[in-house]
Each structure stands twice: as structure tokens, then as C-alpha cells.
């Protein structure tokens, strides 16, 4: 029902001797906080605020003496019909004339009450009093007429309200409006954004002119009384400025956590835009600095964090996560901004404190940390800090880089290939992760051993491992360096180079192959390796036939076994449909030189073998993956293979998008089957 978040506080006593751990309770957006005096909340039906609606109007201009002889009288009989309007300041007629040829303003409005008596077609009646005597409106029923006594008591409400606070000059009278206005707010059973968002507005003018002269005390009782208002709003950029201020001055405070963590929550899990509200995300740094202030304040900010994620494995509020990055690069960005600022005005130690500076600095680290632990949310914070987000500076600063290794290699050791495929540079050319952190690199503090988790996942990794063993081709030195040090993903780099030979040089090959032998593993690798190669040359020998098809519920063993027993140097023509074959069958395929025609229709052939022979079989022409488990994500590979002359993408999970791509980068493809797709 509701997420609570244990966390230890140090006791407001000045005395140490007497500080004693109180163990508080961080209240999410369900949770009343003791500290809160709420209204009552509205009972009985809801209403719409009327702001014109045409309603049946009677005037009658009379002394206080006789008005209730006047109101039971059965001979008033004058009704008119007016569109009524209720302004800021009046209710008018739209159209002046007759009983509301004069404008009726709210000063002037005494009471205003349900008619209790009245003629039996005349019962839903609503009387204004004036100061000369009443207006009465007549409805067609008991809650419109309603409708209309709430929204006309609302209007006039706030047009007393503003009035009184813009001419308050006490503090004291400030408040005790402020909180009569909020009161009023939460109980009125007008049901409309206006009934919220205008004492926001108001109190946030108010702050603005008066926040000097404001006392502690006062403000935090404005602190207590704002706060209901703002489980359901957004707080104004006044108002975040008022609540940031009182997390700077007093971060122990309970009010912080009582009172600030639901409007929090509210913040991280709907707002849309920190670059339009920037003053939102700066209250938001502001209160995770002061729960920062708490003892063991690390342990309760990451707290925070596990409790906006939720309880379960999957976050339901996709907005989090993307605004606590937001949150943790700005407050880092300003981190060092502020570092920057001291050392350029030369300002003194006493002015600028290191260990609070670090503290602050570890507590953003240490909420990425956090973030990292969920698998749901590894994909997207993996994605933007891929262009690696951080200030030069950051970067350059060991304490930074060794406190963010925890953030990467959680994110490294994630086997989903989208998310440590965020380790690499966001585009060609551009250093990412993997880079930063490579042995010699400027983060490097730990002789590799981060790089060689890296290193190994990206070896698993089901996609493109070709092309990702030519962008690390001008790495080789730290590779080797890794592998002299027996790093198996090392030395499964340097066999891979050999096998696809990535490298040209015939002397780099000569020193890839000493560092293999080197070391026992090594050596056992390339006699492997050896093996293979003296295998795939035999395969490939010029000879056998050339096609071949495989019989129904074949497996990928099946294949490997009959491509292991002979010549396949000829073969062009191979057809798998039909059987039980998987990706894994691709390693197999791409030893295949002659191949032109591949059908794999209705087999387990999915993604990764698609992105798999797409690196090698660029002689492929005819390819049939008619009812096959392939997805936008592999087909968008094939772009690779531009002999393809024949594609069957019947049955299987095409976008109109994905196809029109192939289209414009496949310049030979003549027939392309895409019925039962997306894009048929």
C-alpha cells in the first residue's frame, strides 16, 4: 500500500553527549504526515466550477424588515433568463440588461444560501444578498442549483482572499490567511484545477514579497499548510525557491522529511521537463542534500531512491529514473562548477570545505550506484550516460572515476546486449566507457580489471562482434597487456583476431601470437584455434555438393556434425526449413564461402544469428526467413548484405519502417515477401 523507507536522524540537541539515533520513517505520496493539520475532506457530490452557464435570475430590491415576507410571497411571478458570468471580481450578465443591467461585484455580496421555502415550482432557488436587497437564481435542480452556490462562494472566497493577503503588512495575519485560504481550498467540493493552483499562485506572489520579513516559525507553519495542497500539483518555481531555501537553512529539520518527501515523490514520478522547471530540480537537490545531513544520511538518500523504484521487479513510474539522472548530472555539474569557482577567486579553506564538497559529491555517485542495482532501469540509465554526461573536470578527477566504477560494472556485467552495448562510444569515433576506463586510459586506477569485465561481456555480446573487434583494433597494447596477465576475455580477443583476421600486420599477428603462448591458457587457446582453422580449411575445399537440405527436427548438433564430416567448399544452396535449428546454427553458416541461397523457413532462426551472418555472408542472394522469431532489431542488419536479390519476410515481426530502410540500402533486392508484417 504504501513504500516507507527506514532511516536514523541525529536528535536537534546541541549537546553530543546527548544525541541519541531516532529511527523516522520517509512518507511516499499515500502517507499523512502527524505534522500536517488537514482539513476535512469535502463530503457529498463534487461539483464542476461554473464560469457561465444561463440560469433563471429574479431581483428584488427590499429592506431587511420584509424579506421574508417577500421571499414566501406567491404573487412573484417575474423571472429572466440571463447568461451569467462570474468574473475575478463581479458576477454579470453576458448580455446586461433588466434584473442584471448592473453588474453584481463579490464586496458587495453579504450571504449567500439555499432557499428553503419556496413555491412548488419555484423550489430550486439560490438567494444572493445584497446590500439593497437579493438577487435569487433558479436551476432545474437541487445540484445545479448547488453547483452553482459552490462555485459562486468559491469566486467570492478568492476575490476576499486576495484582497486581504495583498494588503496583510503583519506576519502574523500572512499566515492565518494563508492557512484560511488552503482550508477552504481542501474542503470546498468545487473539483477543479483552479481550486489548487490559485493559492499556489498567490501564496508563491506573496513569498516573493514577503519572504524577508518571514520569520522561522512562520514559515514553517506556510511549510505545513502548502503541503496537502501539493500531493496532487506541482509546486510553483516560487514556492520550490521558498522550500530549496528551508532544506539550505535547516536540513535536519523534520519538515524535510515529513512534509518535503511527498511532494518529492510527486515531482520525480510525473514531472516532463527539469530544462523548463529548473528551479523543481534544484529543490529536489537541495532535499536530498538534507537528507544527506541526516546521520548515516548516504544510507537515506539510497533509501530514497530504492523506494521510488518500488517493491516489485518491474518500476511502474517510467518517469523516475530519467528525472534522478537529470537530478544527479546537474547537482555533479554544479559540484564542480562550485570547485572551479573557489580555486579561480582563490578563496581561503575556511570559505570552501573539502570533505563537505566530497560528501556531496559521493552522494550523487552513490545514487546512480543505486539506480544501477535494478535490472528494469540498467537499459535507460546505461543509455544517458552513454555520451558520457559529465564536466570535463569529473572526468579528470580520480575520486569521481573510482566512485562511478561501481555504476559500470554493474552496467557491464548486465549479459542484455542493449544495455552494455552502452559501455561503447554513442556513435563512431566517440569514446565511451569502455574506452575511458581502458588500461593507460585516464580512469584506470585498478590495472585493467573493470576493462577486462567489460572486455569479456562484450565478447559474449550476441551482435556484431566482427565489427566490434575492428573498432578495438587500435587497442591491441592493453589487450595483449591483459592477456599476459591471464585474462581469459583477453586472450579470447587475441584468438578472435587471429581467427577473422582483423589485423593486416604480419609482425602484430607474430606478437598476438607470442603473448598467446605465453602463458598456459594461452597456448592451450591457439592450439585450439590451430585446430579449428585446419578444420574450416579442410570444409572449405573445393568439392562436394552444392545444395544440400537437411531432414525435418534437425538440431544445430545435427548441422555441426554433418558440416564437420566432408568438403562443403561448393555448397550453395543450403535449406534448413523446417527444422529445430537456432541462432547458434550461425557460427556454422558463416564457414560457408559459396553460399547464395539460405532458407530458413520456420525454424528458431531468430536475431542474433541474423546479425551474426550478416557480418559474413555478404555473398548471400536468396534468404527465407518466412515464420521465423526475427525482429526489427536483426533485420535492420541485413542492410550488410547487399547481394540480396531475394527476401522472404512473410509471418514475422516487420515494421512499414524497418522495411522501407531496407529497401533504400538494399540497391539489388528484386522480391521481397512481407505479407502478414506490419509493413504488408
Known amino acids: 500500500m504504501t513504500t516507507l523507507i527506514d532511516c536514523t536522524i541525529a536528535s536537534t540537541a546541541t549537546d553530543n553527549n546527548n544525541v541519541k539515533p531516532l529511527t523516522e520513517v520517509i512518507p511516499t505520496d499515500n502517507v499523512q504526515s502527524p505534522t500536517t493539520q488537514r482539513a476535512p475532506a469535502p463530503q457529498g457530490p463534487r461539483h464542476k466550477l461554473i464560469t457561465e452557464a444561463d440560469v433563471q435570475v429574479c431581483r428584488l430590491n427590499h429592506t431587511r424588515t420584509i424579506v421574508s415576507k417577500i421571499m414566501n410571497s406567491r404573487y412573484l411571478r417575474r423571472w429572466e433568463c440571463h447568461k451569467i458570468v462570474l468574473d475575478d471580481n463581479e458576477m454579470r450578465s453576458a448580455m446586461p440588461s433588466g434584473f442584471m443591467e448592473l453588474a453584481v461585484p463579490y464586496s458587495s455580496i453579504e450571504d449567500v444560501h439555499i432557499v428553503s421555502r419556496w413555491d412548488a415550482g419555484h423550489k430550486f432557488c439560490l438567494r444572493i444578498t445584497i446590500q439593497d436587497g437579493s438577487v435569487l437564481l433558479q436551476a432545474k435542480n437541487a445540484y445545479i442549483r448547488d453547483q452553482w452556490l459552490h462555485s459562486i462562494q468559491w469566486k467570492r472566497h478568492i476575490f476576499r482572499s486576495e484582497r486581504l493577503l495583498k494588503n496583510a503588512r503583519r506576519p ?130 539510497t533509501s530514497l531512491v530504492k523506494s521510488m523504484h518500488g517493491p516489485g521487479s518491474t518500476c511502474p513510474h517510467p518517469r523516475v529514473l530519467p528525472n534522478l539522472v537529470a537530478v544527479c548530472l546537474a547537482a555533479i555539474y554544479n559540484c564542480y562548477e562550485e570547485r572551479k569557482h573557489s580555486s579561480m577567486e582563490n578563496v581561503n579553506s575556511d570559505d570552501f570545505d573539502q570533505i563537505e564538497w566530497e560528501n556531496k559529491l559521493l552522494c550523487y555517485v552513490s545514487m546512480m550506484e543505486t539506480m544501477s542495482e535494478f535490472n528494469d532501469w540498467r537499459y535507460i540509465l546505461g543509455s544517458l550516460l552513454q555520451p558520457i554526461p559529465f564536466p570535463d573536470d569529473a572526468i579528470a578527477d580520480s575520486l569521481f572515476t573510482s566512485r562511478m566504477k561501481v555504476t559500470i560494472h554493474n552496467v557491464s556485467s548486465d549479459e542484455t546486449c542493449g544495455v552494455h552495448q552502452t559501455l561503447l562510444g554513442i556513435r563512431e569515433g566517440k569514446e565511451g566507457w569502455f574506452h575511458l576506463y581502458c588500461p593507460g586510459g585516464i580512469a584506470c586506477d585498478d590495472d585493467g580489471q573493470l576493462w577486462g569485465v567489460m572486455l569479456n561481456t562484450l565478447m559474449k555480446c550476441c551482435c556484431k562482434r566482427k565489427k566490434f573487434l575492428i573498432s578495438i583494433s587500435k587497442m591491441i597494447g592493453p589487450v595483449m597487456l591483459l592477456a599476459l596477465r591471464d585474462n581469459y576475455a583477453a586472450m579470447e580477443v587475441l584468438c578472435s583476431m587471429l581467427e577473422l583476421e582483423v589485423v593486416e600486420s604480419h609482425d602484430m599477428k607474430m606478437q598476438m601470437i607470442t603473448t598467446l603462448q605465453s602463458t598456459c591458457e594461452g597456448k592451450r587457446m591457439y592450439a585450439q584455434l590451430c585446430e579449428k582453422q585446419i578444420a574450416i580449411k579442410e570444409m572449405q575445399q573445393k568439392g562436394g555438393p552444392k545444395k544440400l537440405t537437411l531432414p525435418s527436427k534437425s538440431t544445430d548438433l545435427d548441422l555441426t556434425r554433418l558440416l564437420s564430416s566432408g568438403c562443403f567448399g561448393n555448397l550453395e544452396c543450403l535449406s534448413l526449413a523446417f527444422t529445430q535449428v537456432t541462432s547458434s546454427c550461425a557460427q556454422d553458416l558463416i564457414k560457408l564461402p559459396s553460399l547464395r541461397y539460405l532458407n530458413l523457413w520456420s525454424t528458431q532462426f531468430g536475431d542474433q544469428g541474423l546479425q551474426t551472418i550478416s557480418e559474413h555472408l555478404h555473398k548471400l542472394q536468396v534468404l527465407n526467413l518466412c515464420e521465423t522469431p526475427v525482429t526489427d532489431t536483426g533485420l535492420s542488419c541485413l542492410a550488410a548484405m547487399k547481394s540480396l536479390r531475394k527476401l522472404n519476410l512473410n509471418s514475422t515481426n516487420l515494421s512499414a519502417l524497418t522495411f522501407e530502410g531496407l529497401k533504400e540500402k538494399l540497391p539489388a533486392l528484386q522480391e521481397c515477401d512481407v505479407r502478414y508484417t506490419d509493413a504488408w
Do not use: W
Open 172 to 301: 502574523e495575519i500572512l499566515v492565518k490567511e494563508i492557512k484560511n485560504l488552503i482550508d477552504v481550498s481542501l474542503i470546498t467540493p468545487i473539483q477543479d484545477a483552479s481550486v489548487y493552483r490559485f493559492p499556489l499562485d498567490l501564496v508563491s506572489d506573496l513569498l516573493q514579497e514577503n519572504d524577508e520579513f518571514l520569520s522561522k516559525e512562520f514559515q514553517e507553519t506556510i511549510i505545513i499548510a502548502l503541503t496537502p495542497l501539493l500531493e496532487k500539483n506541482h509546486p510553483t518555481q516560487e514556492i520550490c525557491d521558498f522550500f530549496s531555501k528551508h532544506c539550505k537553512d535547516s536540513p535536519r529539520s523534520t519538515l524535510v522529511i515529513e512534509l518535503f518527501t511527498p511532494v518529492v515523490h510527486r515531482i520525480l514520478k510525473h514531472n516532463t521537463d527539469f530544462g523548463k522547471y529548473p528551479r523543481m530540480r534544484f529543490f529536489v537537490q537541495e532535499y536530498i542534500q538534507a537528507l544527506n545531513c541526516q546521520n548515516d544520511g548516504l544510507r537515506v538518500v
